[in-house]
């Protein structure tokens, strides 16, 4: 068995009495692509809270790569570790050109004058190409980030997180509100990504989920605990999920 990047084990989290994790446990292998998928209020954006440092656990162990112990770290240490959280609604410079957000997310902790106003070395200026290329956002790379359209945005944070070359990848529903053509493009691309980085993709629509778990596992959570794992077509089918997830009631 190879080693995980991510080795979450009896992690359980309690707000106001109520256990959003529940003795989870979780494994995440280098160069995967996980899906997780779940009901509202399944614990999902919790368990991301976690990994990314913004929630500490009550008990358990979070760790990462060669046995950090996340626990340990602050959300700022964690991200410049190497673990990079992508929200739900972007955050993009709405005044700054597409370029300029790539450059700012490039220097990572530089004050944003200094990083605007001394010149990119031209390894930076290619990466930040490469990864505009990358993202389809290239030709626009002058517009403000606010002119562009909202499954632009989303990708354009997605350029921005893989300019701090993370090795985790954490995003939360990273097709919400785009256009079925839009996700499909969003599923190729983390799908290129899986390899180079290790993923965990938190998302509900069936089609992009069916889509990016092609060759991978999926994580069904429910009451904040692992309900069952597997590939697209087992979980799918599998009753419990059909019951709690699908909401289809009891399966004979
Ligand atoms: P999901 O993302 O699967 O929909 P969440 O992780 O957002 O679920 O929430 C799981 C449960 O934990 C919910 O009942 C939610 O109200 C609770 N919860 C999450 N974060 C907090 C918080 N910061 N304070 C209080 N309750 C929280
Ligand atoms: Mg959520």
């Not at 656990?57 to 240490?77: M, S, V």
């Not at 001394?118 to 790379?141: A, F, M, N, P, Y």
């Not at 989920?209 to 991978?216: C, E, K, L, M």
């Amino acid at each position: 068995m190879p080693h995980p990047i991510l080795n979450v084990e009896d992690v359980s989290k309690t707000y106001d009495g109520f256990k959003a994790i529940s003795n989870l446990n979780f494994y995440l292998y280098e160069g995967e692509l996980r899906t997780v998928i779940g009901p509202n209020g399944a614990g999902k954006s919790t368990f991301f809270d976690l990994i990314s440092g913004r929630a500490k656990p009550d008990t358990g162990t979070l760790r990462f790569g060669d046995n950090t112990d996340l626990t340990r770290l602050n959300e700022y240490e964690i991200s410049r570790l190497g673990i990079g959280r992508k929200f739900q609604t972007p955050s993009v410079f709405v005044e700054h050109t597409v370029w300029n957000n790539m450059v700012l997310s490039l220097a990572g902790s530089r004050g944003v004058f200094a990083s605007l106003f001394q010149k990119l070395d031209s390894t930076g200026r290619d990466r930040i190409d490469e990864l505009l290329k990358l993202v389809r956002l290239h030709d626009k790379r002058y517009w403000k980030s606010g002119q562009l359209a909202h499954g632009e945005k989303q990708w354009l944070e997605i350029a921005m997180l893989l300019a701090m070359q993370p090795r985790v990848l954490l995003l939360d529903e990273p097709a919400a509100g785009m256009t079925d053509e839009e996700t499909h493009r969003t599923g190729e691309l983390l799908l290129s990504l899986a390899g180079k980085h290790s993923l965990i993709v938190i998302e509900h629509d069936m089609a992009f989920v069916r889509q990016i778990a092609r060759d991978g596992t999926v994580t069904v959570l429910h009451q904040g605990s692992v309900l069952c794992e597997g590939h697209f077509d087992e979980v799918q089918s599998n009753p419990k999920v059909r019951q709690v997830y699908l909401g289809r009631g009891k399966t004979t």
